[in-house]
């Protein structure tokens, strides 16, 4: 059985890069678009709903924390249940808890409500999120993993981007529960077609006492004989982040996702707002805050050729401290409107952006056993972050900082990130510092995930 285990994870791991491996790929991208569009939708909607309200900036700080809350709590359950029920399942469920707390947030006659609904869609988008890592993961080979969950993952930014092209268009029109009603029904819609073309993961497939006749053409293109073993969950996946080949590499990732993700969630929360409070006007302040989206969308096409020649640490050290540069220069300065939208730009590279490296660079760190497990946990902690900065936002406007000021926290909080990617290429896990030696790594565990 060790030989047959063996050589099903080998033909997993050596797979080369198809029209099933894309449409995989694809899938997941397609999902993480509509997860990057209602990841922001609340952000969105704040300036119209603070008019139509009469509400001041601030009293939005509960919906943008529950928002993260739920994010949290998504997470951190998708993950492990994903290791042990499948990749596809959870991800069923992800996107329901998109779409109906979506739609009924677009009914809501109150704060209080909206903020309920908008923790139950944050626990579908952080349930999402590792699960759409994890079945990229699985159908790439180990040597363009990394580089194929940072490209999957540019969908989240693409929805972004392109969900505040679509609202500054439609909200004069329409108000802002259209917001809701485009974040609601197109999850909604994605799962009947995710049921017919996105397969599950080939390890579970494998371990299945039966499949049906498209499963076993998937697993007959991937070279793989039903009944084949491959690694099995053993133990506790979360206790095994910590065994010590993982333990200071999780530590520090934990880390920077948290610091980084508190910086994101800080400025793509309340940019909207601040923008709208500053003189744009609603439509005008979503298209703004999208250049962010924008901006991790260019930045994704330099960081992976970049992470290549010079190791991903060293960019993402570069990255995060640019960013630290770009957010004081608004927060501090007078800039022109057109030298705002594009720093803006910059700063989405170099926030969104560096995440979109980081979780490429943690879905290529663990083994399969434990992938989807290390990827929400990774995101479920840093979503720490992500409740912390939007509460900071609020508690420094209800103390009386300017609305631009407000961002200058994420400066400390950039330059933490910064040095815990330096870290990671120096210290404890040397490997994680270029995308050559994760390449390595993942050879090494080939016989033993």
């Known amino acids: 059985m060790t030989a047959v285990h063996g050589a099903a994870e080998k033909t997993i791991e050596s797979q080369r890069i198809g029209a099933l491996q894309l449409r995989v790929a694809l899938l997941c991208a397609v999902v993480q678009t509509f997860d990057g569009y209602d990841l922001n939708a609340i952000g ?9 309200w009469g509400l001041p900036i601030q009293a939005f700080t509960i919906a943008f924390v529950l928002s993260s809350v739920g994010i949290l709590v998504g997470a951190l359950l998708a993950g492990p249940a994903g290791d042990r029920l499948g990749r596809k399942p959870i991800l069923m469920v992800a996107l329901f808890f998109i779409g109906v707390p979506s739609l009924l947030s677009a009914h809501a006659g109150s704060l209080g409500v909206l903020s309920l609904w908008r923790l139950l869609t944050g626990i579908g988008i952080g349930g999402a999120m590792p699960m ?39 909200l004069p029109s329409f108000g802002w529960p259209i917001i809701f009603h485009i974040g609601g029904a197109a999850p909604l819609l994605l799962i009947p077609l995710l049921l017919i073309w996105l397969p599950e993961s080939p390890r579970f497939l494998l371990a299945r006492d039966r499949v049906s006749p498209s499963e076993r053409r998937i697993l007959d293109r991937l070279g793989l004989v039903h009944g084949a073993s491959v690694a099995p969950p053993a133990g506790n996946p979360i206790v095994a982040l910590f065994a010590p080949e993982y333990a200071a590499s999780t530590l520090l990732l934990w880390l920077m996702f948290f610091a980084n993700l ?3 969630y800080l400025w793509s929360y309340w940019l909207p707002s601040v923008l709208h409070v500053s003189g744009f006007t609603a439509a005008d302040a979503v298209f703004g805050a999208s250049l ?12 992976g050729p970049l992470s290549s020649r010079y190791g991903a640490a060293r960019v993402l050290l570069v990255s995060y401290a640019s960013g630290a540069l770009f957010i004081a220069a608004i927060s501090l300065l007078e800039l022109p409107r057109a030298v705002l939208l594009a720093a803006i730009f910059c700063t989405g590279g170099c926030t969104t952006g ?15 056993r434990m992938r989807a497990t290390g990827v929400g946990w990774a995101l479920g902690i840093g979503r720490l972050g992500g409740i912390a900065g939007p509460a900071l936002g609020g508690f420094l406007l209800a103390s009386g900082w300017p609305p631009k000021q407000i961002f200058l926290g994420i400066c400390f909080t950039a330059l933490l990130a910064a040095g815990c990617a330096a870290r990671l290429g120096a210290g404890a896990r040397k490997d994680i510092g270029s995308a050559d030696m994760v390449s390595r790594t993942a050879r090494g565990n080939t016989g033993t995930t």
């Open 44 to 52: 969105m909607a704040a300036p119209a709903l603070r008019d139509a």
């Open 132 to 170: 759409s890592v994890a079945l990229t993961s699985d159908y790439a080979p180990e040597r363009h993993r990394a580089g194929m969950i940072m490209l999957m993952f540019t969908g989240n930014t693409v929805g972004g981007f392109l969900g505040g092209q679509i609202v500054a268009r439609l």
């Open 262 to 264: 508190l910086s994101m």
């Open 292 to 303: 962010t989206s924008a901006g991790a969308i260019a930045s994704v096409l330099l960081l």
């Open 354 to 368: 560096s995440q979109l490296a980081a979780n490429g660079l943690t879905g290529a760190l663990y083994p399969a």
